[in-house]
T-cell receptor, first 111, second 118 residues
Framework: SQELEQSPQSLIVQEGKNLTINCTSSKTLYGLYWYKQKYGEGLIFLMMLQKGGEEKSHEKITAKLDEKKQQSSLHITASQPSHAGIYLCGNNAGNNRKLIWGLGTSLAVNP | GAVVSQHPSRVICKSGTSVKIECRSLDFQATTMFWYRQFPKQSLMLMATSNEGSKATYEQGVEKDKFLINHASLTLSTLTVTSAHPEDSSFYIC??????????????FGPGTRLTVL
C-alpha cells in the first residue's frame, strides 16, 4: 500500500471555485512538502510544513499540517487556469533527505 | 534563487549508445542530488541519491552499472545511461537539496530530460 495517499486523484473545477487536496501519511510526518508539476516539466516547490498546526500561504494557495492526523491539506482559493497541473506531496523519510512521494492529484481548471 | 538546470532537455539516441544527462544547481551548493525517473501519468520513482565526493546510493532494483552517477562538485551531478535500450526511454528528473538552517532540506528540481531510445 502507498505510504502517502493523495485525494482526490484528479479534480476538474470551474475557474473561480475553491478546492482542497489532501495528503495522508501512514507514518510520521517529519517534513511535508508540496510541489506542483506541469506535464513534461520539472517540479516547482510550493511549501514545506514541519510543525503540527503549521499553516503557510503563497498567493492563493494555503497548506496546513495536522500532525496528529498525519495529514496535510492544500487549499486553492478562487482557482485560475494557471493553477492547473499535478500536485504532489512528499514526506521527508528521515535523516537521509529522501522524500517519499504521493501519487499526485491532477487538477484541471476550466475557464 | 534555488535554480536547478538539466541538460539536455530532450535526447533521442540509438539502442546501444550511452547518454549523459547533467544536473546543475546554479545559485546554491548542493551536497546531495537525487535522480528520479517518471513514467507517463505516474509519480516520481527515486533511482539514486548522489552525494558529492562519494559513491551514489541506488534504490532497490536500479542497476548501478546501467545508470552511472557522478557527483564531482557541489553544483554538478551527471547520470549516464549506458547501453541504452528502448525500455530506458523515460522522463528523468534531478533535484538538488538545499540545506535550510535548522530545518529539513528542500529539494529543488530541474526541468527534466526526455530520453527516447530508438
Amino acid at each position: 500500500s502507498q505510504e502517502l495517499e493523495q485525494s482526490p486523484q484528479s479534480l476538474i473545477v470551474q475557474e473561480g471555485k475553491n478546492l482542497t487536496i489532501n495528503c495522508t501519511s501512514s507514518k510520521t510526518l517529519y517534513g511535508l512538502y508540496w510541489y506542483k508539476q506541469k506535464y513534461g516539466e520539472g517540479l516547482i516547490f510550493l511549501m514545506m510544513l514541519q510543525k503540527g498546526g503549521e499553516e503557510k500561504s503563497h498567493e492563493k494557495i494555503t497548506a496546513k499540517l495536522d500532525e496528529k492526523k498525519q495529514q496535510s491539506s492544500l487549499h486553492i482559493t478562487a482557482s485560475q487556469p494557471s493553477h492547473a497541473g499535478i500536485y504532489l506531496c512528499g514526506n521527508n523519510a528521515g535523516n537521509n533527505r529522501k522524500l517519499i512521494w504521493g501519487l499526485g492529484t491532477s487538477l484541471a481548471v476550466n475557464p | 534563487g534555488a535554480v536547478v538546470s538539466q541538460h539536455p532537455s530532450r535526447v533521442i539516441c540509438k539502442s546501444g549508445t550511452s547518454v549523459k544527462i547533467e544536473c546543475r544547481s546554479l545559485d546554491f551548493q548542493a551536497t546531495t542530488m537525487f535522480w528520479y525517473r517518471q513514467f507517463p501519468k505516474q509519480s516520481l520513482m527515486l533511482m539514486a541519491t548522489s552525494n558529492e565526493g562519494s559513491k551514489a546510493t541506488y534504490e532497490q532494483g536500479v542497476e548501478k552499472d546501467k545508470f552511472l552517477i557522478n557527483h564531482a562538485s557541489l553544483t554538478l551531478s551527471t547520470l549516464t545511461v549506458t547501453s541504452a535500450h528502448p525500455e530506458d526511454s523515460s522522463f528523468y528528473i534531478c533535484s538538488a537539496a538545499q540545506v535550510n538552517r535548522g530545518l529539513t532540506d528542500t529539494q529543488y528540481f530541474g526541468p527534466g530530460t526526455r530520453l527516447t531510445v530508438l
